[in-house]
């Protein structure tokens, strides 16, 4: 039974992993049509950064299971800031120009297609796991 709760635990990594970058998508989609007045104060898109969990030593109590991952921080998308001369915006610079964020909306959304089947075959994991271990408690009983 260890070894399945390791696959349970493991797959609750990557359960956990995948909400954060969906979450971290659907703020990105938020935002995506935002403006600012400059370009330090326009949205830029956020990206999560995942850890491997490959020895002992990288493991806490959220995540006890060797070969899960972890959310390491999450960063601003390098990608540049878009501007537009707009002179009659509200929040035009002094030149006219208005800042658009960075974010990318197709991207945005075939990277939450990827993060929902991705969180989608981890639940599969662990309802497999959790029918062998059913599968198994019947066994012993008989």
Do not use: C
């Not at 403006?35 to 898109?45: D, K, L, M, P």
């Not at 974010?103 to 297609?113: G, K």
């Amino acid at each position: 039974m260890k070894s399945i709760d390791n696959v349970i635990g493991i797959a609750s990594t990557a359960l956990n992993a995948q909400s954060v970058r969906m979450n971290t998508i659907a703020s990105n989609l938020a935002n995506a049509n935002s403006v600012a007045g400059s370009e330090q104060e326009a949205f830029r898109g956020r990206r999560p950064l995942f850890k491997a969990l490959l020895s002992e030593e990288m493991t806490h109590a959220g995540a006890q299971f060797q070969g899960g991952v972890k959310v390491d921080r999450i960063v601003n998308d390098p990608a540049p800031i878009r501007k537009t001369w707009e002179p009659g915006n509200p929040l035009a610079d002094k030149d006219g120009y208005v800042y658009h964020s960075n974010v990318n909306e197709m991207s945005e959304m075939v990277d939450m297609m990827a993060a929902s089947r991705s969180y989608q075959n981890n639940v599969e994991v662990v309802n497999t796991a959790r029918q062998l271990m059913m599968r198994t408690l019947e066994i012993t009983k008989s």
